[in-house]
């Protein structure tokens, strides 16, 4: 499963509370040249590479997508998901709408979730109370998030995440394959 939509939305807390639930699920750890956050963990959070680090495992086709998105890379490697899909483990990557697009096409049996905000406005809150960027970045996440919205049609299924337990629930009943006839979430 691939979980996307713009920053802020919430993809990383539904499935942090989605893994509580379910504490065996396997989730991709992504690499990225962005710097971490105070608290972020290498190895857990993300691997943290050097944009030299970064390129050389492009071009060794350590993985499986990437993407640039807003001035750093980000991409999942490639051999840890693969092996999990060989046992027939479940695999959910967290990422954003270019890279979900890649796994779409590299990948049709997978299943692509677009997180929606309930409005641009509260996606602009929420990203301003989580305090991780500075408003200029902010900026460049909210433009980028305009864009990525006009493409959520080309996704298997959209979540609305307004409140969040009805959000996690969503994600979770696809996950395990109660697959419901409408759109979850609306
Ligand atoms: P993403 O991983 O998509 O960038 P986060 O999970 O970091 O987004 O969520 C962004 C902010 O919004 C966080 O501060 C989080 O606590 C908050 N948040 C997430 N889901 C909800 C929700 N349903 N209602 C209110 N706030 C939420
Ligand atoms: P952040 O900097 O907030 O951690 O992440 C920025 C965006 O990059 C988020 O939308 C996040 O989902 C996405 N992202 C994280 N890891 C990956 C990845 O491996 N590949 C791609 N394409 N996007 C990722």
């Given at each position: ?5 713009p ?12 893994r ?23 190895g ?7 944009i030299?680090?970064?390129?050389e ?9 990437w ?23 479940p ?13 779409k ?53 959209q ?21 419901p ?6």
């Open positions: 499963m691939v979980l996307t939509g920053s802020g939305v919430g993809k990383d807390t539904i499935l942090r509370e989605v509580k639930r379910r504490p065996g699920l396997y989730v991709s750890v992504s690499a990225t040249t962005r710097a971490p956050r105070p608290g972020e963990v290498d857990k959070d993300y691997r943290f590479l050097s030299a680090e970064f390129e495992w492009i071009a060794t086709d350590n993985l499986l997508e993407a640039c998105y807003v001035g750093n890379y980000y991409g999942t490697p490639k051999t840890p998901v693969l092996e999990r899909l060989a046992v027939g483990e695999v959910v990557l967290e990422i954003e709408v270019q890279g979900a697009l890649q796994v096409n590299n990948f049709p049996a997978a299943m692509l979730v677009f997180i929606r905000p309930p409005s641009l406005a509260v996606l602009a809150e929420r990203l301003r109370s989580r305090g991780t960027e500075a408003p200029e970045a902010i900026e460049r996440r909210l433009a980028r998030a305009c864009e990525e919205l006009a493409l959520a049609d080309r996704f298997d299924y979540v609305v995440n307004d409140k969040l337990a009805a959000a996690v629930e969503a994600v979770e009943r696809l996950l395990f394959e109660e697959i006839d409408e759109p979850a979430g609306g």
